[in-house]
C-alpha cells in the first residue's frame, strides 16, 4: 500500500465500494471468491408478477435479521479515518446495507438505494424495513422463527414449501404491492443520483475503487467518465475486475489490512490537525 499511499498523498479521492467491503461484515458477496452462482432477481419480473414478489419478502423475512444485525467492519471504520484526513472527499457505494453511515462516513451517495427503506409501488409511499419486518413476522410467525443460508440481497435459501405458505402484506396506505427501495437488476438507478455521482467525480483528483468487481455498469461507468477526463483510477479488490485495464495500482489485498494501513500513512500527513501538532 506504499505506493498507492504516495499517490493518494494530497489527493481529493472520490471512492467507489461493492460488495466486498461488507463480506467482513457478515454479508455475502454473489461474485467475490469462493461465491456461488445465482440468478438475481430482476426489476421486471418483481414488478410484474405476485409469485416472485411473495418468494423475495418471504426469503427477506428470513434474511432481514442478518442485514440488520450487521455492523461495520474495519474496512468501514479506516474510510472514515481516511475521509477525515481530508483523502476522501465523497464516496458512492454500489452496496444497500448502510455500513457506511453507521461507520461514520459523512458524505455517501447510496447509487442502488438501501434496503432499510421500503417503496410502495402503487403510491410512491416510503417506509422502513424494520416496520415492515414487524408485520410480515406477524402474518408468517412459524418463518420468522426460521433460520436458513444467508443470501447476497439481504435474503435467505428457502424451500418452495415455504415461499408457497407465505402471507404477503401490501401498503397500509393505499394497498399496493411494496418494494425495497434498491435498485434490481434490469432496474435503473435514478438519472439525478447519477448525476449526483458525476459531479462528485469532476470534483476529485483520482478515483478510489474497493471492493467491487465493476462487472455491473452502474459503477463501471465511473471508472470510464474517470479514464476520460484523465484522473488516476486506484483498485483494491480480491481478485480481477472489469477496470483493471485502467488502474494506475491495483492491489489485490484484503480490504481491512490494506485500508488500515493506508489510513495510519495518510492520516498524519494529510491531516491540517495533524501536521500543527
Keep these: 500500500p506504499a505506493a498507492l499511499a504516495a ?10 465500494t461493492g460488495a466486498g467491503m461488507s463480506t467482513a461484515s457478515g454479508i455475502p458477496d454473489d461474485r467475490g ?62 452496496n444497500v446495507d448502510g455500513l457506511h453511515q453507521q ?22 409511499a416510503v417506509t422502513s424495513r424494520a416496520a415492515l419486518q414487524t408485520r410480515l413476522a406477524a402474518e408468517n410467525p412459524e418463518l420468522a422463527r426460521a ?38 437488476f434490469g432496474g ?23 471492493g467491487s468487481s465493476l462487472t455491473v455498469f452502474s459503477g463501471y461507468r465511473f471508472v470510464l467518465r474517470a479514464v476520460q477526463r484523465g484522473l488516476p483510477v486506484h483498485v483494491i479488490n480480491r481478485g480481477p475486475t472489469r477496470g483493471d485495464e485502467y488502474a494506475a495500482i491495483k492491489l489485490d489485498l484484503d480490504l481491512g489490512f490494506a485500508l488500515d494501513d493506508l489510513a495510519s500513512a495518510l492520516s498524519s500527513s494529510c491531516n491540517p490537525v495533524a501536521r500543527a501538532t
Excluded: N
Excluded at 471468491?33 to 418468494?55: K, L, M, N, T
Excluded at 433460520?147 to 415455504?162: H, I, R, T, V, Y
Design 147 to 184: 433460520s436458513a443460508q444467508a443470501a447476497p440481497d439481504g435474503d435467505a435459501e428457502l424451500a418452495p414449501d415455504a415461499i408457497e405458505r407465505f402471507r404477503v402484506v401490501d401498503c397500509e396506505a393505499c394497498g399496493g404491492a411494496l418494494k425495497p427501495d434498491v435498485v434490481f
Design 103 to 124: 461507520a461514520g462516513s459523512t458524505d455517501v451517495i447510496d447509487l442502488h438505494g438501501r434496503l432499510a427503506d421500503v417503496r410502495c409501488l402503487g403510491c410512491g
Design 33 to 94: 471468491r469462493g461465491s456461488r452462482p445465482r440468478a438475481p432477481i430482476q426489476h421486471a419480473d418483481f414488478v410484474r408478477s405476485p409469485e416472485v414478489r411473495r418468494r423475495y419478502w418471504a426469503r427477506s423475512l428470513v434474511g432481514w435479521p442478518r442485514i440488520a444485525r450487521a455492523r461495520p467492519c474495519a474496512a468501514h471504520h479506516a474510510l472514515v479515518r481516511l475521509e477525515r484526513a481530508g483523502v476522501v472527499h465523497r464516496l458512492i457505494t454500489q
Design 188 to 210: 435503473s438507478v435514478p438519472p439525478e443520483r447519477v448525476q449526483t455521482c458525476y459531479a462528485a467525480l469532476e470534483e476529485a483528483s483520482a478515483l478510489l475503487v474497493l
Design 7 to 16: 499517490a493518494l498523498d494530497g489527493a481529493r479521492g472520490l471512492v467507489l
